[in-house]
Structure formats: C-alpha cells, structure tokens
C-alpha cells in the first residue's frame, strides 16, 4: 500500500516537473546560450551550433564561441536603451492611471450588497475572456480620425479639430489600461472585500474626516491587494507587444517589439535573444516579488 | 448619514467602470454590421461582411486550426496542471518544491515574447518540424500554470479526512482518488480548462513565434489583416468571436451555478 502510493506521487510530481523543465527552463537556458552567439547565414541562423556528436569537444568548442559581442551592441546603440527606458515609463505610469481607477472601482464593487459583488465581478471579468487582440482591435475603431469618439467630441464641441489619436502613446496608454483593468481590479476587491467595517465605523466615531480614514485605515490594509495588482499588471505591460504595435507609433518601439523587430524582422536571433535577457533582468526583481507573495498567499490559505 | 454619499461616487465609479469595459465591445459589434465599406460612415444596418467570411477559405480554415488547438492545449494542459497543483498542495516539502513553484509562478507574469522566443529557440535546437504541435506544446506550458493555480486554491480547503476514510476502508490511491479528490475538485478543473481554452484561442505572440507553415491560426490571421488598417470582414470576425466566449462564459457560470446549488457535498461553514 506505502508503495504504491509512493509510485503515485512520484508519477504526480515527475510528469509536470519535467514538462516545466523541458519546456520552460531549458528554453530559457538556450536563449542565454544563444544571446552569446554569433549571428551568421546558416539554418539555425547562429554559430556556434552545439554538435552533440563531438562530445565533451564540441562541448568545449561551444563554450570558446560564445562572447558577450551581442550585449556591447546593446550598449552602443541608442534604439535598445531607449526601448528599454520607454517600456519601464510606459508600463510604470500605465500602472499608476490603473491604480487611480481600478481602486475606486474594486473599491465600489465591494461596498455593494454581497448578492450584487458576484455579478459586479463576473462583469468586470467578462471582457478579459474576449482575445485581447479584438479589444485592441475594438480601440482602433474607436480612435480613428473620423471614428466615434472624435464624433462625440466634436458634436460636442469640446475640440474643432478632430484630434489624431492612434500611433501616438495616448492610444497605448487606453488600450493599456482597458485591457489590463480586470488584473488590477481582482486582487484589489479580494482584500477590499475582506476588510472590517467597523474599523472604519471606529475612525469615523472618532472624529477622522473621511479622506483621512482612506489615507490612514483603508489604504494600509488594502495594501497587499495593491501590491498584487501592481505586479500583475506592470510586469507584463513592460513586454507586452500587441498593444503598442497596434495603436502606437513606428517611432520609438516598446522592449516587446524590439525582439519581435530583430527576430521576424533582422533575422538577428543572438541580438533578439540578447534583448530578450536584458527584459528578463529588468523584471526579474518584480517577479521574485511577485512569487514570494502568491506563494505566500497559497501557503496561508 | 454620510454613507448615502459614499454609495453615490461607489455607484459612479462602477457604472462608469463597467461601461468602459463595455462600450468598445458593444460599439465594434455595431460597425460590424455596417452596410458601408468605409467603417467610420454608417452605411445603414446590413450583414454582409458576415455572408462574405464563409466564402473566404483561409480564415474558416484558421478558425478551425484555432479551435483544435484550443482543445488540445487545454486538454493537457488541465491534467499536466492538475498534477502539478496536487504536488503542490499535498507533498509537502519536498526535494526541488522551491523550483518547482518558481516554475509555476514565473510563466503566469511572463512577457509572452519571451515564451515564444524561448520555445522557438527551442524547437530550433533540437530540429523539430514546427506547425501545429509545436504550438499545441506551447500553449499547453502556458495554460497549465494557470490551472495549477486555480486547482491548488481549490485543493487547500479540501477536505483530506474525505479521502483519509476511503483509504481506511481499503481503497487504493488510484481508486482513492477517481471517485473522491477527483469529482470534489472537477468543477475547478472544468473552469480552469475554460481558461486554457480561451488562452490558446487568444494567443497571437506565442503562436506567432512556435508556428510553422499549414498552422496559421485565427490570430494570426486576424493580426496580419488588421496591423495596417480597420476592415469590416475583420470587424464581423471579432464580434463572431466575442458572441461565442461571452455564451460560453455565461453558459459556464450558469453551470456552475446550479451544480454548486445542488449542492457539492456539506462542506460544514
């Protein structure tokens, strides 16, 4: 019986385990490995190639190869630092406007009666079911020159000229925040959801004016869900590629599009590698964050 | 007194919320039947950019691509996913957890250009023939984080004595597990499935760096028709596509609505 429970649980464990490593951890590896190759005309466009059929020799003429070529030319060329710097702004700012309007927005949801909280959230949920692609899709209708929303500002006469908006940052910035709004609503309304009342009912019998209660009980106990949203959205805005290809400009590419750029369009795989480790390293700070944090949130529960 | 202020800017800030979820949805499913070839004038009401899609062969086939993939992704990516929030929840501490759990975590906040291009590279490596199950694979590594995820929190106010008493009656783990831990956690399974589903079905990234040639899938398609310019057939697609997950997003929350209604077994609160 012990056995063949043993045998289970080491099935169990084995078959994802070496799923993720396969297909997880070793690509990673082979895109290290790759960023410090050359790059050549040759099918796979890079050498040095592994040749497994020399052994420890090819092993050893692998490792002469490699040299860190790839990253001083990240170095010295502006496009790669730029892109770096205008993912880090746009995702950082485009995670702040999330934050100043999911917050009110989770913060609505959990102050309704409890048999309405379920439907508010299926809603909220709702749109990130649909690809993200059609969503963008959805706001380039929209922010054409003579689609609806310059209509209406128009009609109004809030502008006399319709204004241009697609291939400029606003675009990305409102396809960004629409789309990236369910993950920072989520994780707010869960600790929203659970706060007790009656601290704020204290505050407020004590005299505290109502901003203050936000800024002094509110906020500080929410504030695991605002570290949560903050992570799950900022981390993958810094990547994200479809957004800014779609509604941005040609002009100044975010870190996403640079790989995208240099992989289909350069066929420069060690230089698109080499961007795609920088990425990794400019994230891997928030990622450990981030797990440390689910992780806990699994363990407790 | 001053709680009736308070629900006035809460009920503003979710309508407003909610129809800017909304609107752009609702406004591209009104274009796509709009009779005008030129989707900012309206033409008046008409479904022919609906009519014209089933003649045009490669998207029909990309649909169908797209749909076999999501299946197949999903699929494994619910068992892989499952075991993997198993392990997780009911080992312990075991040798390599920490990995383990890293590996989990990471996939769900990674930058999907570098999945894709680590997959690729990959495949490179190793000389695999790209095309439809490359992408599967890839889909699958994706998905499967996400149904550990949701598996594991359903797995954590589980209920062990439940399986403790089958086995003191003399059930093996397998059949332990079959007609217990498996049918308490299905309805988890059922919706984290969902979710893989609609990952695959989504993806343009991934699939763009894993796919090889006769494995276009519907995205692809869609992208590649869209970067340069709203179309009307692009806009009858997507709202094609938008009526088909918000029915099956309704239809499984309905779902699990009634089966959590009948009730799974006491759990005592």
């Known amino acids: 019986m012990k056995q063949e429970q043993a045998f289970w649980r080491q099935l169990v464990l084995r078959i994802p385990y070496l799923w993720l490593l396969a297909f997880f951890l070793v690509p990673f590896l082979i895109v290290l490995k790759i960023s410090l190759s050359q790059t050549a005309i040759a099918q796979p466009p890079y050498t040095p190639v592994l040749d497994a059929a020399a052994g420890w020799h090819g092993l050893a003429a692998l490792f002469a190869g490699l040299s860190l070529d790839n990253y001083v030319l990240l170095g010295s060329d502006p496009l790669y630092l730029l892109s770096c710097l205008k993912s880090v702004e746009i995702a950082a700012f485009a995670t702040l406007l999330l934050l100043v309007i999911g917050y009110p927005l989770a913060y609505g949801i959990a102050r309704t009666p409890r048999r309405w909280q379920a439907v508010l959230v299926l809603l909220t949920v709702l749109p990130f079911w649909t690809s993200l692609l059609i969503r963008i899709y959805a706001w380039m209708n929209i922010l054409q020159r003579d689609g609806p929303l310059n209509d209406v500002l128009v009609a109004f006469s809030i502008v006399k000229e319709p204004p241009v908006w697609l291939s400029t940052d606003t675009a990305i910035y409102i396809g960004i925040v629409y789309s990236y709004l369910p993950f920072m609503v989520l994780p707010l309304y869960a600790t929203l959801e659970k706060l007790d009342e009656s601290l704020l009912e204290a505050a407020a019998d004590l005299g505290c004016p109502r901003w203050k209660i936000f800024w002094l009980v509110t906020l500080p106990l929410s504030s695991s869900g605002v570290l949560a949203g903050v992570l799950l959205c900022f981390i993958p805005i810094v990547g994200e590629f479809v957004i800014p290809d779609l509604l941005g400009g040609s002009q100044s590419p975010m870190i996403g599009q640079t790989i995208w750029m240099e992989f289909f369009g350069n066929k420069d795989w060690p230089a698109a590698s080499a961007v795609a480790v920088v990425l990794v390293c400019l994230l891997v700070t928030p990622i450990v964050v981030y797990q440390n944090q689910a992780m806990r949130v699994a363990e407790r529960e | ?269």
Request: glycine share 6%; hydrophobic share 60%; net charge positive.
């Open chain 2, 1 to 269: 007194m001053t709680m009736r202020r308070v629900s006035a800017f809460n009920l503003a800030a979710i309508v407003v919320g909610i129809a800017f979820l909304y609107l752009p949805i609702v406004l591209l499913v009104i274009y796509s039947f709009n009779a005008s070839r030129l989707v900012a004038v309206w033409g008046g009401w008409s479904t022919r950019w609906y009519t014209e899609l089933v003649d045009d062969a490669p998207l029909v086939d990309s649909a169908l691509i797209s749909f076999r993939l999501a299946l197949t992704s999903a699929t494994a990516a619910a068992v892989l996913g499952t075991l993997a929030a198993l392990a997780l929840v009911r080992f312990g501490r075991f040798r390599g957890r920490l990995l383990f759990a890293a590996m989990i975590y990471a996939p769900l906040v990674m930058p999907e250009v570098i999945t894709g291009l680590s997959l690729l590279l990959l495949f490179v490596a190793i000389a695999v023939d790209r095309g439809f199950w490359t992408v599967a694979i890839a889909h699958t590594t994706m998905a499967m984080c996400f149904v550990t995820v949701i598996v594991q929190s359903r797995l954590v106010d589980f209920d062990t004595s439940l399986e403790e008493a089958a086995m003191d009656l003399g059930a093996s783990p397998l059949r332990t597990f079959l007609s217990v831990t498996l049918p308490l956690i299905l309805p988890a399974i059922a919706a984290a499935w969902m979710l893989a589903f609609a990952l695959s079905l989504d993806d343009l990234v991934i699939a763009s760096f894993t796919t090889g040639p006769g494995a276009t899938t519907l995205p692809i398609r869609i992208y590649s028709e869209v970067r340069l310019g709203v179309k009307p057939e692009m806009n009858a697609v997507c709202s094609i596509m938008v009526g088909v997950v918000g029915i099956a997003v309704i239809a499984a929350s309905l779902l699990a609505k009634l089966s959590g209604a009948r009730g799974v077994p006491a759990r005592v609160r």
